[in-house]
């Protein structure tokens, strides 16, 4: 993934599909953590992952390497998976992130997004994604605009040129 993933994720609803039927699903890390098998929670604390970068991110992104999808204090770890993109290395790796997946379909949540609402998304605990909805491709489907932000910049000082306020490459 992004050497400098958010640490939040923010969807701005513009216009809703027009079924209204497109939910925001999310769910927390750390209610599914208790849940978890703690062989799972070790397995998925080692580098046996790849998570590749969302295609909306572009495709000139390096290759990933393997990695953990849980990082940091084992009773609050972070979080760093993307469903559609990361897979498993390993026959357990396999095994973990089955489990895990399964637990966040267990306790997601599903919000439907009105005109003016605005989600905040603590990215580092929390799963989100969409239920499936039929677009027309006319120009009028739903529109969130989504936005980033970082809670540290100076983990990014190297890639901001002057040390200012814009991430480039």
Request: net charge neutral; aromatic share 4%.
């Amino acid at each position: 993934m992004c050497p400098h993933e958010p640490d939040h994720v923010m969807l701005l609803c513009l216009r809703p599909d027009h079924d209204r039927v497109a939910g925001l699903r999310t769910a927390c890390l750390r209610e599914v953590l208790p849940v978890l098998s703690s062989q799972t929670r070790e397995t998925l604390s080692a580098p046996e992952f790849i998570t590749a970068p969302p295609p909306s991110f572009g495709t000139d992104n390096p290759a990933p390497e393997p990695s953990p999808i849980l990082t940091g204090a084992p009773e609050d770890p972070d979080m760093r998976m993307a469903q559609i993109a990361t897979r498993a290395l390993t026959p357990r790796a396999t095994a973990a992130l089955t489990e895990l997946v399964h637990a966040f379909d267990h306790a997601a949540r599903t919000t439907r997004l009105a005109p003016g609402d605005l989600a905040l998304i603590d990215n580092r605990v929390t799963a989100h994604g969409r239920t499936a909805f039929h677009p027309r491709y006319h120009g009028t489907d739903r529109w969130l605009q989504r936005t980033f932000a970082l809670t540290d910049l100076r983990r990014s000082r190297a890639h901001r040129a002057h040390d200012g306020y814009i991430l480039t490459r």
